[in-house]
């Protein structure tokens, strides 16, 4: 799913709004919604998935999903397998320890994150800035970087302040 979804994105005309770079984040395999298996007669499998958005994800990002999925695979042969929406899952973003796959703030929904019960998925592994293309100071990789040197800086300190009470 997540090959054809990025060969339909750069199948886009150039001046496409989804062809920016801004929305390169949203095609990695933690970003996209699971796929189940949609069940038939008797409880066999069809030839169908369903597919299932997360509840936290924004309009941006389920407006970006929609008009990619639209693009028509070039052989159908080959992508036989037809996919129909379900039902959303009210499931927080997933804990991602590389920023590859974290979820960034334009991609969740702003009236549900600041709900008393979701507050606990706002921490940098659940969610990460958007970057300079979305008007924030930094990109996340830039965040991520900072981040790093700063703790390196803490450590060197740390131990330098402990070699120092010997």
């Not at 770079?21 to 298996?37: L, R």
């Not at 389920?62 to 042969?77: Q, S, T, Y």
């Not at 036989?80 to 334009?106: N, Y």
């Not at 606990?120 to 100071?137: E, F, L, N, T």
Request: charged share 35%; glycine share 6%.
């Amino acid at each position: 799913k997540l090959a054809v979804r990025k060969w339909k994105c750069e199948a886009l005309p150039p001046d496409h709004q989804y062809s920016h770079e801004k929305y390169d984040a949203a095609f990695e395999a933690g970003i996209m919604s699971d796929d189940e298996d949609t069940l038939g007669a008797m409880g066999k499998k069809t030839k169908q998935f369903s597919l299932h958005q997360l509840l936290c994800a924004s309009k941006e990002l389920r407006d970006l999903w929609a008009v990619i999925d639209a693009v028509p695979h070039p052989d159908p042969a080959i992508w036989s397998i037809t996919r129909i929406r379900g039902s959303d899952k009210d499931e927080p973003p997933k804990k991602c320890t590389k920023l590859a796959g974290r979820f960034q703030r334009w991609m969740i929904d702003s009236e549900w994150l600041p709900e008393i019960t979701h507050l606990k998925y706002d921490v940098p592994r659940r969610v990460s800035g958007s970057g300079v293309a979305w008007g924030d100071i930094m990109d996340p990789e830039d965040e991520e970087e900072a981040k790093i040197e700063l703790n390196s800086g803490k450590r060197k300190k740390v131990k330098g302040m402990m070699g120092a009470s010997k």
